[in-house]
């Protein structure tokens, strides 16, 4: 029976457990998105709102700047980040959980994240899933810029050629000259060939003789 025991073991010893899910919480607050099994993201998905949720609760504290903080705010900072980091053993992802993220969320009271099923994983067919921040209020995601169709976008013309192009059309076109015919018309048959009757073949001569005599 296990009773009072959240969470799941993922067939890991309580410390490899542990830094797992350490290294997790990091990169998701580093990365803002991972790409990982879908149990070993609902899990880390606890951590990374129980984290989130710690600096959040600091308020307005976190839009001041460390000198014009009084001594009893910068406790709380103090303390929080110490709670912060019993999850994540990562410095720098810390802060800037303090510093980016927290801010980020001051007016939305839970549900930092969402996971997106993305199927199975063609080897062992495990179910993948996307682990990512949501974004901020009032700011949209940028859709990402479609390629443009061909090698090369034409360029435009310039207004000048545009008027001139117009010009141009709408002028006549001029008749392009006719080629000359040559002088003297058209070459006259021969005489002989006239006095030929038609249909009549004319009569070669043998083939090595010179002229038609006997």
């Known amino acids: 029976m296990r009773h009072k025991r959240a969470g799941l073991h993922l067939s890991r010893t309580p410390a490899h457990r542990k830094a797992l899910f350490s290294n997790l919480v990091a990169a998701v ?16 998905r606890r ?17 001041k700047k460390p000198e014009k903080r009084t001594d009893e705010e910068k406790a709380r900072v103090v303390h ?8 994540v ?9 303090f510093e980016e993220i927290g801010p980020r969320y001051l007016t ?3 549900g930092y994240t969402r996971i997106m099923k993305l199927g199975q994983r063609p080897g062992d067919a495990a179910h993948m899933s996307l682990l990512e921040l949501i974004p901020a209020e009032g700011k949209a995601e940028k859709p990402e810029p479609k390629p443009e169709k061909g090698n090369a976008a034409k360029p ?11 010009k141009e059309a709408g002028r ?15 070459k006259k048959e021969s005489a002989a060939r006239k006095a030929q009757p038609s249909g009549a073949t004319a009569r070669r001569a043998p083939r090595g003789k010179k002229g038609g005599g006997e």
Do not use: F, N, Q, S
């Open 108 to 110: 939305r009271h839970g």
């Open 47 to 63: 951590l990374v709102e129980r984290a989130i949720t710690w600096a959040r609760r600091l308020g307005p504290v976190l839009t």
């Open 172 to 186: 006549p076109r001029k008749a392009t000259p006719r080629a000359a015919a040559p002088k003297g018309g058209v």
């Open 80 to 87: 929080a980040m110490r709670m912060a980091l019993r999850a």
């Open 156 to 166: 435009k013309k310039e207004p000048a050629e545009k008027g001139k192009a117009k």
């Open 89 to 97: 053993r990562d410095r720098e992802a810390v802060l800037k959980l």
């Open 29 to 44: 607050l580093t990365y803002e998105r991972i790409r990982t099994t879908e149990a070993k993201a609902k899990e880390v």
